[in-house]
């Protein structure tokens, strides 16, 4: 295999209430994934004899960063009413975002931002849904 393409990725976001396996809701008209962006914090660690006067660093905590998702909008659909009630609700909920080969990536998250892009005449309307990843990210395959 020499890649493999986006085709038939989505991301569910679970309710936290309903039992597992159950409660998962499915994003609707994803069009792009910006996957999460993890950054380490460098740390520094000189002191007064660092050798050949030169900065010292440790490795710091890690930063799970953010995702986005671009959807084809539609104002008053299920994920319309679902994102926007999740905003509001201030909830961390555990996000799954799942790749075409059924491997997987799960974090708990809360929506940063839920925008329509805008109006074009003749074009689909879209819309970009922000998360802040808010914990660890793990990883795994569906079903196993």
Same mark, same amino acid.
């Not at 936290?16 to 609707?28: H, I, L, Q, R, S």
């Not at 994102?83 to 080969?101: D, F, H, I, Q």
């Given at each position: 295999?020499?890649?493999?393409?986006?085709?038939? @990725?989505?991301?569910?976001?679970? #309710?936290?209430?309903? %039992?597992?396996?159950?409660?998962?809701?499915?994003?609707?008209?994803?069009?792009?994934?910006?996957?999460?962006?993890?950054? *380490?914090?460098?740390?520094?660690?000189?002191?007064?004899?660092?050798?050949?006067? *030169?900065?010292?660093?440790?490795?710091?905590?890690?930063?799970?960063?953010?995702?986005?998702?671009?959807?084809?909008? =539609?104002?008053?659909? @299920? @994920? #319309? #009413?679902?994102?926007?009630?999740?905003?509001?609700?201030?909830?961390?909920?555990?996000?799954?975002?799942?790749?075409?080969?059924?491997?997987?990536?799960?974090?708990? !998250?809360?929506?940063?931002?839920? !925008?329509?892009?805008? =109006? #074009?005449?003749?074009?689909?309307?879209? %819309? *970009?849904?922000?998360?802040?990843?808010?914990? !660890? =990210? %793990?990883?795994? @395959?569906?079903?196993?």
């Amino acid at each position: 295999m020499s890649g493999l393409i986006g085709y038939g @990725t989505y991301v569910e976001v679970h #309710d936290g209430v309903t %039992a597992e396996p159950g409660g998962w809701f499915e994003v609707g008209l994803v069009t792009n994934v910006t996957p999460p962006n993890e950054s *380490t914090d460098q740390v520094e660690s000189t002191h007064m004899k660092s050798p050949n006067r *030169t900065k010292e660093f440790e490795q710091g905590m890690i930063d799970p960063g953010e995702m986005s998702l671009a959807v084809n909008h =539609i104002p008053g659909s @299920t @994920t #319309d #009413d679902y994102v926007v009630a999740w905003r509001v609700s201030g909830e961390t909920r555990s996000v799954r975002l799942v790749y075409p080969n059924d491997k997987f990536q799960r974090y708990p !998250a809360f929506v940063l931002g839920w !925008a329509p892009d805008g =109006i #074009d005449v003749s074009g689909l309307m879209k %819309a *970009t849904l922000n998360l802040k990843v808010a914990g !660890a =990210i %793990a990883r795994g @395959t569906m079903g196993a």
